[in-house]
């Protein structure tokens, strides 16, 4: 079966400092690959993609994230941390199968920035 | 502005009592889907359609039900609220275009159910 492991629902770094959130995902077929952030009180926004083009995907807020299908890994950086990158963040993996696209979210990570 | 709108975005209940979540999406996506958000559970699919008049379960459809009569619209329906019901509740509707392999989704802003 299809899952998504988000390593450690909670990670705090200190502000300017690298941020890296993990995401291990199982597939027996490349998948769709998405990063999402969700303020408190808020929807899901998605931070970026990774549709089978480059491994290396940029997203918003200077978000990226490398594609490993060796590792089956698709982590989460940020070369330096900022106050309002405070919040939780979800990995999920869409793939298609018969009856159209699934997709399997992570259980999240709640980031903590400290100033 | 494009894009998903759920309907109402809080609600209280009684146990007991019914109510429908509207999710209305005006990008002509095929799919659309139903989510409900617990704490250190992430999203769960309760059920997903994958066009007009078709409906599946998801993971977690017990007590939930759904219709999707228009392309645009996709309602979730719950008979009998029970506390276990307690939760957010989101609705995403997803794309794919066939010549470039890129998909992607929409999600709406929520909705919080309270059942008491």
């Known amino acids: 079966a299809q899952s998504v492991t988000q390593l450690g629902s909670h990670v705090s770094v200190s502000e300017g400092a690298l941020v890296l959130l993990r995401c291990n995902y199982s597939s027996s077929v490349p998948p769709y690959l998405f990063w999402y952030v969700q303020y408190p009180n808020q929807g899901l926004q998605l931070l970026l993609k990774y549709t089978s083009a480059a491994t290396l995907v940029k997203g918003i807020n200077g978000f990226e994230a490398e594609f490993k299908k060796s590792e089956t890994s698709f982590h989460l950086t940020k070369p330096s941390a900022h106050m309002s990158d405070a919040a939780e963040y979800f990995c999920a993996v869409t793939r298609q199968n018969t009856g159209g696209f699934k997709t399997i979210f992570g259980a999240g990570t709640r980031l903590f920035v400290k100033a | 502005n494009a894009g998903v709108t759920q309907t109402p975005k809080f609600r209280v209940l009684k146990t007991g009592q019914s109510m429908t979540l509207l999710c209305a999406q005006d990008?002509?996506?095929?799919?659309m889907y139903w989510y409900r958000q617990d704490p250190g559970m992430g999203l769960r699919l309760i059920h997903y359609?994958?066009?007009?008049?078709?409906?599946a379960k998801g993971e977690v459809p017990d007590g939930y039900n759904v219709s999707r009569l228009k392309k645009q619209n996709f309602l979730l329906g719950l008979e009998s609220a029970a506390p276990s019901q307690t939760s957010v509740y989101f609705c995403a509707s997803s794309y794919l275009r066939a010549a470039t392999g890129d998909y992607g989704y929409t999600f709406g802003s929520g909705t919080r159910l309270t059942v008491v």
């Open positions: 359609s994958v066009g007009e008049g078709t409906t």
């Open positions: 990008m002509n996506h095929e799919y």
